[in-house]
């Protein structure tokens, strides 16, 4: 936000329901069958089995186009590349 990529519309108070943020899974790249979570809240990663991290999404670092693929994706109800790319293989 601080780059100066995106217009600053508004400012509005972030809502109690997002203050959490949801867990995310690490899959090890040079070692596919080893997993951990991680917690965006505190920053505490920890071991963990491939069924515990099903469902999660992959934590990453996004750059500024690939937000706004994924975004444009969503509002017309389509699969993002991204998203797809980084799913548990």
């Given at each position: 936000m601080s780059t100066g990529l995106w217009l600053k519309?508004?400012?509005l108070p972030i809502r109690?329901?997002?203050?959490?943020?949801?867990m995310q899974c690490i899959?090890?790249?040079l070692n596919e069958t080893q997993f951990e979570l991680y917690n965006p809240n505190t920053g505490e990663v920890t071991k963990?089995?491939?069924?515990?991290?099903?469902?999660?999404?992959?934590?990453?670092?996004w750059e500024a186009h690939a937000v706004?693929?994924?975004?444009?994706?969503?509002?017309?109800?389509v699969p993002n590349f991204w998203v797809?790319?980084?799913k548990i293989k």
């Amino acid at each position: 936000m601080s780059t100066g990529l995106w217009l600053k519309v508004g400012k509005l108070p972030i809502r109690e329901d997002l203050k959490i943020l949801p867990m995310q899974c690490i899959q090890d790249a040079l070692n596919e069958t080893q997993f951990e979570l991680y917690n965006p809240n505190t920053g505490e990663v920890t071991k963990a089995t491939r069924e515990e991290c099903e469902g999660l999404e992959i934590c990453a670092v996004w750059e500024a186009h690939a937000v706004e693929e994924r975004i444009i994706d969503h509002y017309n109800g389509v699969p993002n590349f991204w998203v797809e790319s980084m799913k548990i293989k």
